[in-house]
């Protein structure tokens, strides 16, 4: 099969793009001397995770409970759910653990980390659990010098069914910066407060076995991971216009687009329609932040190389994309049926409406078909 | 089960709200004198076509061929496919036809006609194929006073393979109103476009057989349907927080909501932090312009009906979503493990994010769940 036969629109990825974004990260980890733990939330792949493991020590980490569960059937057997635990989901963890599967947990509550330990033991279950720090983003999480963080360590040493693991952070705020000199400022950020977290913990008696930054604009610019154990970057593998815009990469490093066909030729308004609208691009808009009139996505030719002058999808409803130009469209170079490539402005969102990828290895061929767990 | 017991986000749907909504419209319908042919992109679920086709003629529309060769296979035999055809979609649809599925098509060009007939007459199928007329939203179709209304029709009647059977249109533009006058200003539009481009093609020798006007304030709304022979809404079955504003529905005959679970509380910044994010509950923002200050939707509390103070979603990243305030957040009514429900900005983009529905009839009880068909 190749590009010509995909019924549209439908989600492309660029193996040796993937391979080479990979290596870069993999590679990065090696030179700080930390351990790579591939976060999976935008890939939700079993073949992309087995590339994004290879060369490191095969921990990975998730989103959700079905991403735990869909990874531990492909085999996966040391997962980090880097999401606040509530008791509710503890039984499907558990199912999990009674396999022989680590599942590593995250918390930022006494009271919260009582009612798990002892859903936990009622399930006879025991889990390592991360302190969660805000490093900045201002969403979950313990202040470095928040007096709670030792109370929650306690609190863990203390449940039976929980052990203190250590402290995790996502300094998910680096998605606000904008080039590579603030993405370092914010990096520095992120692991001064996940250190002084550690620190803190140890200083109260409670050494910390995994230090755990991770957010990919941190990971692509740190210049120092000092106190760091291990970092978890998971967008790097396919990375985004978002991404463009920070700083992170550059638009041949991404890896995933969306294949679609122009259904219509609106002259009057200068605009072409296509089968790509906000289901299949999603209605994030975050990319325009830092990168001005992207509007849904580029429109690149069907190489997904090269984008077709300064084309965008700037207006999407459920099904229907609109390709706009500040210049007159190239409708006679587009006609109906023709097909294009959209370049995603958050590939997390985007990749979520797809049930599978299309695998490209740099030419028009579809390779393979990779399935993704999808939903919760 | 009941809602306690309810993985978490989940996607509930009332169903005597569905159905006072269903049979509001279906009312409405007849009064006017018109079929209605239920849009199922919002529901994309068989049990809710059988519903809303109840007391109608059984026809419905979809907006991918997904949803065609789903409903087919649940015995709808009456589909109307809303969207621009292309050659390459002809062969999914040949086999619906092959299996005595009528399958209506829509299209506004002239060299897409003849492209579209080629394919349809080398796979021995024919359709029946609508000219989609542009009634205000200037998206795709042809304005009612365009030359080509009547080149594409003579270009349809003389093809072979397809069939002219008449116009239809989307008023999309309806989503802009506010409040009902506004409303019924954008109905008579729509309804205006597509009787004058019904008239101009019956006056070029191509009488109508179908005229179908379609969006859900329009056909709320509409004083008169003179010269329509059928209406086309969809979203009117779950209705949501956009229709709110625009003033179609009120807040309690919103049928769908976001159960979800609190995870965390972030006291410094006023946030509680729930599991469902941009993927549970969509990034469309629509419906702050007619109702400032939404977010990302309202919370409910687990009844579903009553609204707990100002709460909305004010953030989302890909798993989390943050309530917030203008007051103080009530953290002791929501402490970490409680639920609420989220009522969606766009119930088409957010019941996209999930594989089913859990249905409630009035209590905490989930007396069922229905699939759904996600994906092209």
């Known amino acids: 099969m190749n590009l010509d036969q995909l019924q549209t629109p439908a989600l492309l990825l660029e193996r040796p ?27 939700k792949s079993a073949k992309v995770a087995s ?3 290879a060369g490191n020590k095969g921990g990975i980490c998730v989103s959700t409970v079905a991403e735990a569960e869909y990874f531990a059937r492909h085999g996966f057997r040391d997962i980090t759910y880097a999401f606040g635990i509530v008791p509710q989901k503890i039984e499907r963890l558990a199912k999990l653990r009674a396999d022989g599967v680590s599942v590593r947990l995250l918390v930022d509550d006494v009271a919260n980390v009582k009612a798990v330990a002892e859903r936990a033991k009622a399930l006879g279950a025991s889990f390592d659990v991360q302190i969660e720090v805000d490093s900045g983003q201002n969403r979950g999480g313990l202040k470095p010098d928040d007096p709670k963080l030792g109370e929650v360590g306690w609190a863990l040493a203390g449940s039976g069914a929980l052990r203190f693991l250590g402290v995790l952070t996502h300094g998910g705020h680096s998605y606000d910066c904008r080039g590579a000199a603030d993405c370092r400022r914010v990096a ?155 370049l995603p402005n958050h590939s997390c969102m985007t990749a979520a409406a797809y049930e599978h990828y299309n695998v490209l290895d740099g030419g028009a061929d579809v390779i393979d078909q990779w399935d993704r767990i999808n939903g919760w």
């Open 17 to 43: 793009v993937l391979e080479r974004n990979i290596a870069a990260m993999t590679g990065r980890a090696k030179r700080h001397g930390v351990a790579l733990r591939p976060h999976m939330k935008t890939a």
């Open 188 to 342: 520095e950020e992120e692991r001064a407060a996940i250190v002084a977290a550690a620190e803190r913990l140890s200083a109260a008696g409670l050494p910390c076995a995994e230090v755990s930054p991770g957010a990919t604009p941190n990971a692509v610019h740190a210049t120092r991971l000092d106190g760091v154990t291990e970092i978890r970057p998971g967008n790097y593998m396919f990375f985004d216009l978002h991404q463009t815009g920070i700083g992170s990469c550059t638009v041949d490093e991404i890896a995933v687009s969306v294949l679609t066909t122009v259904v219509g030729h609106n002259r009057a308004h200068n605009r072409i329609v296509i089968d790509a609208g906000g289901l299949a691009l999603s209605k994030d808009i975050g990319a325009n932040e830092p990168l001005p009139n992207t509007g849904y996505g580029w429109v690149m030719d069907l190489s997904g190389k090269t984008r077709i002058g300064d084309l965008r999808v700037g207006r999407v409803s459920q099904e229907h994309g609109q390709i706009e130009s500040d210049s007159p469209l190239p409708f006679d170079r587009l006609p109906i049926g023709a097909r294009v490539r959209v």
């Open 51 to 53: 590339l994004a493991t």
